[in-house]
């Protein structure tokens, strides 16, 4: 036989002594020890202490855990393997608390403190106003001013003493030349006394003159330079002095591109020849492209001289036809030289006089304007008011 077996097929186990010595008390524990039934025995005899002990202490057989952050979780995932944490006293009957979010990577702005409310909330403040109206600006005079020897233009002189505000001219402001000793003699003893706060536009009598010289060498750099056309801000306003001897592409041109530069919601202009007219002269088509590019800009004025007489068309377009987003255009060439009678009726006329010389007063605001016929003597008067476009 082998050493280490006991007879075929059936394993040998060692004998431990449980106590020194030997009879029949020894020999029993060291068979006893030998045999698997005791080892399997003892094992349960452990397990079932266990029980009694947890049963005994409430503490629960399996080990809670905490939760493991999602970090912490993708780590172990990685490398195969996931660390519990030590058993908890915590009885199973109470809830697992939420576990607090993660912090992210950006930080949270902070937040001032929120005032505590009060115990009555405080009267509302009353509502905002609107802004206050643009001041209005004035802007009056006349066309065919100046005649040697009349009294006229004294007349209307005086008007504009009385009335603050810019001044306009429509043309023709001296007879019968233009001359530069007409301008000295004639012009300036009246209308002359208002040269600083004048911005003129020239006429046809002006021109008989070469180059308008007596004009533009009495009002200078108020005359607009070489061309006899330029444009200035009044208020809310932007206003356009034309030169309607010289109409041609390079005025229409610059006319064209300042109102694209400087869009206005009010515009008006003011030159010598009038595209209608039920005066002696009648219509001047050569002024059409003026009407134009104004329309097209949405102008609202048109102030004109040349016919002795007083003359307010309603709004209208270029081709002559009402047009309720048309411009008004006021004749007005009544500053001083002798009136005419009118040849007829244009279509959208609405009130003519040539009983008296007088000047145009308008009362220019951000959103409309009012017109106001000053007479220097005599009872007729014409006022009204419009919208800007």
Same mark, same amino acid.
Request: hydrophobic share 35%.
């Given at each position: 036989?082998?050493?280490?077996?006991?007879?075929?097929?059936?394993?040998?186990?060692?004998?431990?002594?449980?106590?020194?010595?030997?009879?029949?008390?020894?020999?029993?524990?060291?068979? $006893?020890?030998?045999?698997?039934? +005791?080892?399997?025995?003892?094992?349960?005899?452990?397990?079932?202490?266990?029980?009694?002990?947890?049963?005994?202490? #409430?503490?629960?057989?399996?080990?809670?855990?905490?939760?493991?952050? #999602?970090?912490?979780?993708?780590?172990?995932?990685?490398?195969?393997?996931?660390?519990?944490?030590?058993?908890?006293?915590?009885?199973?009957?109470?809830?697992t608390p939420t576990p607090s979010p993660t912090a992210t990577a950006s930080p949270m702005p902070t937040l001032a403190p929120t005032a505590a409310p009060t115990a009555r909330p405080a009267t509302p403040a009353p509502p905002t106003q609107p802004p206050a109206v643009a001041a209005t600006a004035v802007l009056v005079g006349a066309g065919d001013i100046a005649t040697c020897?009349?009294?006229?233009?004294?007349?209307?002189?005086?008007?504009?003493?009385?009335?603050?505000?810019?001044?306009?001219?429509?043309? =023709?402001?001296?007879?019968? =030349?233009?001359?530069?000793?007409?301008?000295?003699?004639?012009?300036?003893?009246?209308?002359?006394? %208002?040269?600083?706060?004048?911005?003129?536009?020239?006429?046809?009598? =002006?021109? %008989?003159?070469?180059?308008?010289?007596?004009?533009?060498?009495? +009002?200078?750099?108020?005359?607009?330079?070489?061309?006899?056309?330029?444009?200035?801000?009044?208020?809310?306003?932007?206003?356009?002095?034309?030169?309607?001897?010289?109409?041609?592409?390079?005025?229409?041109?610059? $006319?064209?591109?300042?109102?694209?530069?400087?869009?206005?919601?009010?515009?008006? *202009?003011?030159?010598?020849?009038? $595209?209608?007219?039920?005066?002696?002269?009648?219509?001047?088509?050569?002024?059409?492209?003026?009407?134009?590019?104004? %329309?097209? *800009?949405?102008? &609202?004025?048109?102030?004109?001289?040349?016919? %002795?007489?007083?003359?307010?068309?309603?709004?209208?377009?270029?081709?002559?036809?009402?047009?309720?987003?048309?411009?008004?255009?006021?004749?007005?060439?009544?500053?001083? *030289?002798?009136?005419?009678?009118? &040849?007829?009726?244009?279509?959208? #006329?609405?009130?003519?006089?040539?009983?008296?010389?007088?000047?145009?007063?308008?009362? $220019?605001? *951000?959103?409309g304007y009012r017109w106001d016929f000053v007479p220097a003597g005599g009872s007729f008067r014409d006022s009204g008011t419009g919208t800007c476009h």
């Amino acid at each position: 036989m082998r050493p280490g077996t006991a007879g075929v097929g059936r394993p040998y186990y060692p004998t431990y002594s449980v106590a020194a010595g030997s009879g029949s008390e020894g020999k029993a524990v060291n068979t $006893l020890v030998r045999r698997p039934a +005791f080892w399997i025995g003892v094992a349960w005899l452990v397990a079932i202490g266990l029980v009694a002990v947890r049963v005994a202490t #409430s503490t629960p057989l399996v080990a809670e855990t905490t939760p493991i952050p #999602s970090e912490a979780r993708e780590s172990a995932s990685s490398s195969g393997s996931i660390g519990l944490s030590s058993p908890t006293a915590t009885p199973t009957t109470e809830p697992t608390p939420t576990p607090s979010p993660t912090a992210t990577a950006s930080p949270m702005p902070t937040l001032a403190p929120t005032a505590a409310p009060t115990a009555r909330p405080a009267t509302p403040a009353p509502p905002t106003q609107p802004p206050a109206v643009a001041a209005t600006a004035v802007l009056v005079g006349a066309g065919d001013i100046a005649t040697c020897g009349g009294s006229g233009d004294e007349a209307t002189a005086a008007l504009l003493d009385s009335i603050a505000g810019t001044v306009f001219t429509a043309g =023709d402001n001296v007879y019968s =030349d233009g001359t530069a000793a007409e301008f000295a003699d004639c012009f300036n003893p009246s209308w002359g006394r %208002h040269k600083a706060r004048t911005f003129p536009a020239p006429g046809n009598h =002006d021109y %008989h003159v070469a180059g308008a010289a007596g004009y533009y060498g009495y +009002f200078g750099n108020r005359a607009g330079g070489p061309g006899g056309y330029y444009a200035y801000n009044l208020g809310a306003w932007r206003v356009y002095s034309l030169n309607s001897e010289i109409v041609g592409d390079a005025q229409v041109n610059w $006319l064209r591109a300042d109102l694209a530069a400087n869009p206005r919601a009010c515009v008006v *202009a003011y030159w010598h020849h009038p $595209l209608f007219s039920s005066g002696r002269h009648g219509n001047d088509d050569a002024v059409r492209p003026f009407w134009d590019v104004l %329309h097209a *800009a949405g102008a &609202e004025l048109v102030i004109n001289g040349h016919d %002795h007489d007083y003359e307010r068309f309603g709004p209208q377009a270029p081709d002559g036809g009402a047009n309720a987003n048309g411009i008004r255009e006021i004749v007005v060439g009544t500053g001083g *030289a002798g009136l005419r009678p009118f &040849e007829g009726v244009r279509p959208n #006329s609405e009130v003519r006089d040539f009983s008296t010389n007088g000047v145009l007063k308008l009362t $220019l605001n *951000a959103s409309g304007y009012r017109w106001d016929f000053v007479p220097a003597g005599g009872s007729f008067r014409d006022s009204g008011t419009g919208t800007c476009h």
